[in-house]
């Protein structure tokens, strides 16, 4: 089974759409949790942590549920800039402090 | 620019022949990172670096592949007899390792290697 699991979409939305990602997660020592942003051809970016109280910036929600092993992403307001893979990210505590990453979602803002 | 620098941007080679890439973290960051990305795929991690000692080496890091970071600072990573299935995007990360952004971790922009 993989550490993390999202469906790779892709989705394709109108600018000013709301858009959510989800992804699951394996191994419940799991203690950060991130979503990153990668453009084709690029390297992947940070866009955010996410903790366990939820956290938000801007027009980005990101929710961590670690009952279920669920983490989410909300996009409000899509523009065509958000157009991009998103990746969901944990990753474990002390000595072992590789990220594991999704296949990542793929996402389409349509004029 | 004081993020993570890679070089080269862009490797092609011949099966067999031997390769080697560098990765500079960002500078106050005492830990580095590894990672291989496939078309399609999320990248996948190879090894670690806390300051210059190796701590945690992935299984998919066969015995052609060598990492250091001799001094803490800067990493190379070299593949010996390259092979077709080694063709992928070699990422670099590093983080700070303290705080509560202790596993923030902040990506070069790779090198593509391509064997042919």
């Known amino acids: 089974r993989k550490e993390v699991e999202q469906d790779p979409g892709p989705f394709n939305v109108p600018e000013g759409a709301t858009v959510a990602f989800n992804c699951t997660y394996s191994n419940s020592a799991s203690q950060s949790f991130f979503w990153y942003r990668q453009d084709c051809r690029k390297e992947p970016k940070l866009l955010m942590s996410?903790?366990?109280s939820g956290n938000e910036d801007g027009r980005f929600t990101a929710q961590l549920n670690r009952a279920s092993q669920y983490i989410s992403l909300l996009i409000r307001d899509s523009k065509l800039s958000d157009s991009a893979t998103y990746l969901c990210v944990v990753g474990k505590l002390g000595g072992a402090n590789n990220l594991f990453f999704g296949t990542g979602t793929r996402l389409t803002v349509i004029p | 620019d004081t993020g993570v620098s890679q070089d080269p941007r862009h490797k092609i080679t011949k099966r067999g022949q031997n390769v080697t890439f560098r990765c500079d973290p960002i500078?106050?960051?005492?830990?580095l990172y590894w990672y291989r990305q496939t078309l399609g795929q999320g990248p996948e991690f190879l090894t670690y670096?806390?300051?210059?000692?190796?701590?945690?080496k992935s299984r998919l890091l066969s015995d052609r592949f060598s990492a250091e970071r001799p001094k803490g600072s800067f990493s190379t990573l070299e593949i010996q007899r390259t092979e077709q299935g080694d063709s992928a995007m070699y990422l670099c990360a590093s983080s700070s390792g303290s705080g509560r952004a202790y596993n923030e971790q902040f990506f070069g922009p790779g090198t593509r290697l391509t064997v042919l």
């Open positions: 996410v903790y366990s």
């Open positions: 670096f806390q300051n210059e000692a190796q701590l945690e």
């Open positions: 500078s106050e960051h005492n830990r």
